[in-house]
């Protein structure tokens, strides 16, 4: 009679454990990489709007100046008005 060894079972759970920490490596890095891409496109965003906005608050400002006047004494109005 022959003795049979099953070896399945522990190779089987071998591939598992390997596959699972694979998906996870890869879930991670893919998930780092979605999220740095993101923070990218947000950062570039927030900066457009606040380049936009202090643009516009320095054409509005520019507006109440006249030229030859005496800048700093106009600025120094609007400042206070403000």
């Not at 991670?28 to 202090?54: C, H, N, P, Q, T």
């Amino acid at each position: 009679m022959e003795r049979r060894v099953s070896v399945a079972h522990p190779t089987g759970r071998g591939i598992h454990r390997r596959a699972i920490k694979r998906l996870t490596a890869a879930w991670v890095a893919l998930s780092l990489l979605a999220g740095g891409a993101v923070f990218y496109v947000e950062v570039r965003k927030a900066e457009d709007l606040v380049l936009k906005m202090a643009l516009d608050e320095a054409r509005a400002f520019a507006a109440h100046v006249r030229p030859g006047a005496d800048h700093h004494a106009v600025l120094k109005q609007k400042a206070v008005e403000y």
